[in-house]
Structure formats: structure tokens, C-alpha cells
């Protein structure tokens, strides 16, 4: 009923710059906070980034300053704008997304979504 697909990973440089993308699709009601995580090599999940329906953004202390979320709700869709990237990056991202979706009966939600990540690879 709902998918969520990033694009936009790949291998860059240090110092590098990469941008990542996450359309939403489906019988979408209400889009409400959307947002980044990602997980290293033998870690944990971690948030990266999230931005509500109004545009306030939260950011981990590790990408404050280097990195920028933001989002155009006429395509349902969020972006990671990550400059001065680091091999401390290197990461597969997630988009998360809370919403509520119709399924043609009723609403389902709000409830949490991901998608399939991306990797990300800064090295030289």
C-alpha cells in the first residue's frame, strides 16, 4: 500500500558531497514526520536527521553543520543534502516516514515506514 524509495547512494570522496533522496507512494492521507537513519558495519540503527510536516529538523551532534534534510510535500518526498563527508559516514541509510495511508475502506495509521537504503561509501 506504501513504499518508500531512496536513491542518490553511492562512493564518494572525503571532503565529498552526496545527496539522497526518498519518494513516498501509495494511497498517502497524511505525511507527517519524515526522516534519516543509518547503519554501520556491525552497529546499531542510528537517527541521523528527521523533519516534521512544518519543516522543524532535528539533527545527531555527528552531521550538525555538514549535513541538510529537507522535504517537498507536493512529491511526498525528503532529501539528505550531506557535504563534507567523512569515512565516519560510511553507512547504509534509511528513509523513515510516519503516515497515514487509505486503503480504499478505511485509514491505516499513523504509523512508521522504511525504506530499502542506500549505501553510502566515503573512501579514497
Known amino acids: 500500500q506504501v513504499q518508500l524509495v531512496e536513491s542518490g547512494g553511492g562512493l564518494v570522496q572525503p571532503g565529498g558531497s552526496l545527496r539522497l533522496s526518498c519518494a513516498a507512494s501509495?494511497?498517502?492521507?497524511?505525511?507527517?514526520?519524515m526522516g534519516w537513519y543509518r547503519q554501520a558495519p556491525g552497529k546499531q540503527r542510528e537517527l541521523v536527521a528527521t523533519?516534521?510536516?512544518?519543516?522543524?529538523?532535528n539533527y545527531a551532534d555527528s552531521v550538525k553543520g555538514r549535513f541538510t534534510i529537507s522535504r517537498d510535500n507536493a512529491k511526498n518526498t525528503v532529501y539528505l543534502q550531506m557535504n563534507s563527508l567523512k569515512p565516519e559516514d560510511t553507512a547504509v541509510y534509511y528513509c523513515?516516514?510516519?503516515?497515514?495511508?487509505?486503503?480504499?475502506?478505511?485509514?491505516?495509521?499513523?504509523?512508521?515506514?522504511w525504506g530499502q537504503g542506500t549505501q553510502v561509501t566515503v573512501s579514497s
Open positions: 523513515n516516514a510516519n503516515l497515514i495511508y487509505y486503503t480504499g475502506s478505511y485509514y491505516v495509521g499513523p504509523q512508521g515506514y
Open positions: 501509495g494511497s498517502i492521507f497524511s505525511l507527517n514526520a
Open positions: 523533519i516534521t510536516s512544518g519543516g522543524s529538523t
